[in-house]
Nanobody, 121 residues
Framework: QVQLVESGGGLVQPGESLRLSCAAS????????MGWYRQAPGKQRELVAK???????NYADSVKGRFTISRDNTKNTVYLQMNSLKPEDTAVYYC???????????????WGQGTQVTVSS
């Protein structure tokens, strides 16, 4: 069994920063891509940022220059540093990871439970 546990969401004012963390645990052999998605009320879930095991990253245009994704492969953890937050960044943020299970040897995409980020004055 594999779990993704997120932390770091909250309520901030426009222009402030937050750092999200997501730790994977369980029967993990390896983790390829890890990423963050978000879903605002009434909207579809969208990709925010993704990082491959080797460090290659890609970002949604709306967050380029403000958000930074990183990972610690020794801790099976991915981070999202969010700076200069705007009200339109308000959403539930979900962690995603493509994990090869050490028992079944299957590759599966796992999701975290989501963490609320609210940007409001």
């Amino acid at each position: 069994q594999v779990q993704l546990v997120e932390s770091g969401g909250g309520l901030v004012q426009p222009g402030e920063s937050l750092r999200l963390s997501c730790a994977a645990s369980g029967s993990i052999f390896s983790i390829n891509a890890m990423g963050w998605y978000r879903q605002a009320p009434g909207k579809q879930r969208e990709l925010v940022a993704k990082i491959l095991r080797g460090g290659t990253t890609n970002y949604a245009d709306s967050v380029k220059g403000r958000f930074t994704i990183s990972r610690d492969n020794t801790k099976n953890t991915v981070y999202l540093q969010m700076n200069s937050l705007k009200p339109e960044d308000t959403a539930v943020y979900y962690c995603n990871a493509n994990i090869r299970d050490s028992r079944s040897w299957r590759d599966t995409a796992y999701w975290g439970q989501g963490t609320q980020v609210t940007v409001s004055s």
